[in-house]
């Protein structure tokens, strides 16, 4: 099978760079050929900007062929590259979708920020006659990601990559299956779990606001253990805990001292944004791997386990997650899969119990490792790329209608799409 594998251009694709890379490398792995676009709101594009030597060893190269970096997202020669503003590049992209059996959108529509307002043209980006899936990586659909429902009837399927995206899903007119994120399960330990040898956590994270990096921070000081405490990852709420000039009032303490600073004081190892290769080599020599995120309003629709406790499961390293991050999880079970920290008004001081607690029970710890084996096999990329293959080929699937509604009736008048949509979700335009 030929697969074409595209997403609209964004600020930040976080986990959708490894999910992409990952089911692209499974999908070759089992015998279908894999190209990849993007999609972006210009005109043209100048001349492929150069990278050093220096700058391209920060870089990876794994299932797309296209070199990688955590944060900066992909590097993209132009050839890779869609300017779907020019009716030509347009229509030659719509074509060539015709050349593929599947097209798999890893962000199916473009978000509804400034540098989209007025722009209409990627509405006729979608080719009828092709199998479109859609990638649910969002489990706020409802509020983030509405508009889909104006091209669903292109789309012959939807994927959610967890819970909370499934069940938030629902408010889209296309047929959804959730198939979670692949992953290289190969190598996973399998010999006697060597807690002894492991000191401490590691937690690697986007720093967004709903990843509630800071309570973990906050907890920190309050930890009475000796053992390693690793943070890393980047994002605009680390640029803002750690400003000099712009750090929120939220991010100091009732002493008036900056939180990031007094973890730091209290053994904190922050380093940084760094490759998965590295984040895996942490997590195998730690015995925690922490996820402080929650979202109520994503909660409300199911869990939004991350990508980083299945990153710890294949490590040998204990995932620990909060009740609401894994609220109602059929995928992962507390106690079981990962050790639950309660979301509440004492969390910090909650945080560094649980955390002390299970760095010290090496019992629990190895129980839950030892389950993990077999549930890390769910999220082997292979098996998750045969998941697509099949969700491709039901001949059940794609029986969508299309919808009526006063926004289709401003797109077919070339009146401001995003300008009405986004003055509906009170965006200032």
Not at 86 to 102: H, I, P, T
Not at 261 to 278: C, E, F, Q, S
Not at 299 to 312: D, I, K, P
Not at 364 to 381: E, G
Request: hydrophobic fraction near 40%; glycine fraction near 6%; include cysteine.
């Amino acid at each position: 099978m030929k697969i074409l594998m595209t997403l609209f251009d964004i600020q930040d694709y976080g986990g959708i760079i490894n999910h992409a890379e990952n089911l692209a490398m499974g999908l070759k792995e089992i015998g279908h050929e894999v190209d990849f676009v993007k999609l972006c709101p210009k005109k043209k594009f100048g001349s492929t900007r150069a990278v050093s030597a220096e700058s391209i060893a920060e870089y990876r190269k794994l299932g797309t062929g296209l070199f990688y970096h955590q944060s900066k997202g992909w590097w993209w020669p132009n050839e890779n590259k869609v300017a779907y503003l020019d009716d030509v590049a347009r229509a030659k992209f719509v074509e060539k979708c015709a050349d593929y059996d599947a097209v798999l959108w890893h962000i199916p529509v473009p978000t509804c920020n400034k540098d989209n307002a007025g722009v209409n043209e990627w509405l006729q980006l979608y080719n009828p006659d092709t199998k479109n899936i859609a990638i649910i990586h969002d489990g706020n659909m409802p509020e983030l990601y509405p508009h889909l429902n104006y091209v669903a009837h292109y789309f012959h399927g939807m994927v959610c990559v967890h819970e909370s995206a499934y069940h938030s899903a629902s408010c889209i007119g296309i047929p959804r299956k959730m198939i979670v994120n692949p992953f290289d399960v190969f190598g996973i330990e399998r010999q006697y779990p060597d807690f002894h040898n492991r000191s401490g956590f590691t937690a690697v994270q986007v720093f967004k606001a709903w990843k509630r990096v800071d309570d973990l921070i906050r907890a920190i000081p309050h930890m009475k253990n000796k053992e390693n405490k690793v943070v890393g990852g980047a994002g605009i709420e680390y640029r803002y805990m750690t400003s000099q000039d712009k750090c929120k009032p939220k991010y100091f303490d009732k002493a008036g001292d900056r939180i990031w600073d007094k973890a730091l004081r209290h053994g904190m190892n922050y380093v940084g944004t760094i490759p998965t290769d590295v984040h895996y080599q942490l997590l195998r020599k730690s015995k925690l791997q922490i996820d402080p995120s929650w979202s109520r309003k994503y909660s409300a629709f199911g869990a939004h386990f991350n990508r980083t406790s299945v990153e710890a499961m294949l490590c040998g390293a204990v995932p620990v997650a909060t009740d609401l991050g894994m609220n109602k999880s059929q995928v992962f079970k507390a106690g079981v899969n990962y050790i639950e920290l309660e979301v509440g008004a004492e969390s910090q001081h909650h945080y560094a119990g649980v955390i002390d607690d299970a760095l010290n029970d090496e019992i629990r710890w190895r129980d839950i490792v030892i389950n993990n084996y077999s549930l890390a096999k769910r999220f082997d990329r292979k098996q998750v790329a045969q998941e697509y293959i099949d969700f491709i080929n039901d001949k059940t699937l794609g029986e969508t209608g299309k919808e009526t509604t006063e926004l289709i009736d401003a797109m077919l008048n070339k009146l401001d799409f995003f300008g009405i949509w986004q003055a509906r979700m009170g965006y200032i335009v």
